[in-house]
């Protein structure tokens, strides 16, 4: 278990590096080591081999017997050769015919089967002298590992121990960010986190900080958006329960009834248009809300609903009028549902622009995107309001009680419903000096010749 946890892992990984960098400088070192050895006691054994002539030269047997035990102790063989011949076997033929020959010998060999150092050089008289050996150094797996276990034990701790340093500087930042967020799914949405660190964590606490507000802002929105669409439910509710109680009362009877009957009539209307719009926002967000696209003329779609709202705004209401190319504005998209968008707009300015203010339907057509607009003549929208304005009962919540509002419903479904069909929806200021909505879809997919 603890090798899962990233502690574990960087102490793993940290002693490992240390451990690999001990065996590769080993064995880096080794070669260097060996021949630099051999190297000196090559050296060495040359100059002892001049000093072991001119004794053995000059000194009487008992010296020379002396001189050769002495030799032998620093494990270094001594052959001696007379008129050509060596005392005893073991060295190889070259070497004591280069000797006997007077050549000086610095080389090389295999002696009794071991890879050896060899120094010779000729005595006075013919063909005589002294050659001496000494064992090469050499290196073997078995000897590097004998030779560098401290290294490895002192490589392996202290691996672990920057490990363990490392796991702890590195897992801090994601340990408070863990209980952070452990604060923040208990319902804690004031908790953040100190943007200090390595870049790396205070990224981290810089995602996690707007994250927070984000989560914060979004819950508050969606209070303020339960809190209206309890206030649109009950009002009709109320109206119903009202009349419902005067009608079993009889206190309501003969010409009233029926009144009472289509006042019901039209909050139950009311009613079922708001939960069908929650529905509707609701599959959206699911994104379970199948679509019908198709080649639409905006145009023509613009026509149709200018029509069927003409009866409406006529003779009390806003003065509406279409602004339609000569062209046919062809997009792809699903006629039904931009209708929908079409008339959630057109409803909304009817509530709000006077009698007589301009209510626009306008097409156009632009290089990449048809683009349907509606405007009016209206109170219109702030700066703040344009920031907010598809946010669900943003504009619910702050009009309410000023001016008629709908269920805060309406834009929110129509910006996810123009989104659904891969097109783009914007707020902003009419030049009749009111509010202006631009639906912009796109064209249908044409292939090149």
């Keep these: 278990m603890f090798l899962r946890t990233l502690t574990g892992r960087f102490m793993l990984v940290t002693a490992a590096t240390a451990v690999v960098a001990v065996i590769v400088t080993a ?24 000093l072991a002539v001119e004794l053995l030269a000059t000194e009487r047997p008992a010296a020379r017997q002396r001189i050769v035990r002495q030799l ?64 090469a150094v050499t290196g073997t797996a078995a000897g590097l590992l004998g030779g560098v276990w401290v290294a490895l034990l002192c490589g392996l701790f202290g691996g672990v121990l920057a490990g363990a340093l490392l796991a702890r500087f590195t897992v801090r930042p994601i340990r408070r960010a863990a209980a952070a967020a452990g604060h923040l799914s208990a319902g804690d949405r004031s908790v953040r986190l100190a943007t200090r660190g ?33 206030h649109e439910l009950r009002t009709p509710l109320a109206t119903i329960r009202g009349y419902a109680e005067a009608l079993a009362d009889g206190v309501v009877g003969g010409d009233g009834a029926a009144k009472a009957g289509e006042t019901m ?42 029509e069927a709202w003409a009866p409406r705004c006529a003779p009390d209401g806003p003065r509406l009028r279409t602004e339609l190319p000569g062209a046919p504005v062809v997009v792809a998209t699903d006629p039904t549902r931009i209708r929908q968008v079409l008339d959630g707009l057109c409803e909304n300015a009817l509530r709000i622009v006077p009698q007589g203010a301009p209510l626009v339907l306008a097409v156009r057509a632009e290089p990449d995107a048809g683009v349907l607009e509606v405007r009016d003549g209206g109170p219109g929208f702030t700066d703040d309001d344009l920031a907010v304005a598809f946010d669900r009962g943003a504009l619910h919540h702050r009009y309410r009680g000023i001016r008629k509002v709908g269920s805060g419903l309406g834009l929110a479904l129509a910006a996810r419903l123009v989104a659904r069909l891969a097109g783009t929806i914007e707020a902003g200021h009419a030049a009749e000096g009111g509010a202006r909505f631009t639906v912009r879809l796109p064209y249908p997919a044409r292939t090149s010749p």
């Design 27 to 50: 064995l880096v070192a080794l070669p260097i080591a060996v021949r630099t050895a051999n190297e000196q006691a090559r050296a060495q054994l040359v100059d002892k081999s001049a």
């Design 198 to 230: 390595p870049a790396e964590a205070a990224e981290l606490a810089t995602a996690f900080n707007q994250l927070a507000s984000a989560l914060q802002v979004s819950e508050g929105r969606e209070r303020d958006f339960l809190l209206s669409v309890s």
């Design 265 to 306: 009539l039209a909050e139950a209307d009311r009613l079922d248009r708001l939960i069908a719009d929650l529905l509707v926002l609701s599959r959206l967000e699911s994104a379970d809300l199948p679509l019908d696209v198709v080649e639409v003329d905006l145009a023509e779609l613009a026509g149709a609903a200018a």
């Design 72 to 135: 032998r102790d620093d494990d270094i063989d001594v052959y001696l050769i007379r008129r050509g011949a060596v005392d005893r076997a073991g060295l190889p033929d070259r070497v004591v015919l280069q000797v006997g020959r007077g050549a000086l010998v610095d080389t090389r060999a295999m002696v009794d089967g071991r890879p050896t150092l060899i120094a010779g050089r000729p005595l006075s008289g013919n063909s005589n002298g002294v050659v001496l050996t000494q064992p």
